[in-house]
């Protein structure tokens, strides 16, 4: 019913910068909090940036003052903004949205994307 679907991924050197951008499609009525969220092997997959229809924000410590979260409602989509990435910053990325479709517009339901890999060298 809804679709997101991540691009933007790649390989970077340590202070390089990437741009992560994630549309959403389908039967959409709204979007609430959209986010990004990080996992690598073995680790549990931890929240990143969130962003709610509002505009505000919040940052995993690790990446605050280096990552920024935007949306564009319009276009279902949400954007995130890598900057001074770090080895560290190595992980597959998944946006998340918690969506109202049209058929259930009073119901909020979690939808994620594919994943797209980040990989920092030093």
């Known amino acids: 019913q809804v679709q997101l679907v991540e691009s933007g991924g790649g390989l970077v050197q340590a202070g390089g910068s990437l741009r992560l951008s994630c549309a959403a499609s389908g039967s959409i009525f709204s979007i609430d909090a959209m986010g990004w969220y990080r996992q690598a092997p073995g680790n549990q997959r931890e929240l990143v940036a969130v962003i709610s229809s509002g505009g505000s924000t919040n940052y995993a410590d690790s990446v605050k003052g280096r990552f920024t979260v935007s949306r564009d409602n319009a276009k279902n989509t949400v954007y995130l903004q890598m900057n001074s990435l770090k080895p560290e910053d190595t992980a597959v990325y998944y946006c998340?949205?918690?969506?109202?479709?049209?058929?259930?517009?009073?119901?909020?339901?979690?939808?994620w994307g594919q994943g797209t890999q980040v990989t920092v060298s030093s």
């Open positions: 998340n949205a918690q969506v109202r479709t049209i058929r259930t517009p009073t119901i909020t339901y979690q939808y």
